[in-house]
């Protein structure tokens, strides 16, 4: 599985950006994918994830309310909607492959796409 995050960039705070993740290869067969964030000097945290099938997402507690993960099985993508964006959101944003166990742990992926970075201004 190959991903290839796009979309990051400049944005004020309030303002809005999605991200995309496209998995090449194979039709994306696994049961989901997540988004992780890095800030620098901190650890990658999970941002959210959606099933593959069903489209059922999880987000996390920073998130919730302002960020939407979507996906079109179609085109093999998944999307990072990300509203009301804050500086505190600035990070390297990665999406990944889920292989087993919790989404929110980065062990729990095998797969991960390059990084796309977002920049939040206050």
């Known amino acids: 599985v190959q991903l290839q995050a796009s979309g990051g960039g400049l944005v004020q705070a309030g303002g809005s950006l999605r991200l995309s993740c496209a998995a090449s290869?194979?039709?994306?067969?696994?049961?989901?994918m997540g988004w992780f964030r890095q800030a620098p000097g901190k650890e990658r945290e999970f941002v959210g994830a959606?099933?593959?099938?069903?489209?059922?997402?999880v987000y996390a507690d920073s998130v919730k309310g302002r960020f939407t993960i979507s996906r079109d099985t179609a085109k093999n993508t998944a999307y990072l909607q990300m509203n009301s964006l804050k500086p505190e959101d600035s990070a390297v944003y990665y999406c990944?492959?889920?292989?087993?166990?919790?989404?929110?742990?980065?062990?729990?992926?095998?797969?991960w796409g390059q990084g796309t970075l977002v920049t939040v201004s206050s």
């Open positions: 990944a492959a889920h292989y087993r166990g919790s989404f929110i742990y980065t062990l729990s992926y095998d797969y």
């Open positions: 290869g194979r039709t994306f067969s696994r049961y989901a």
């Open positions: 959606i099933t593959w099938s069903s489209g059922h997402t």
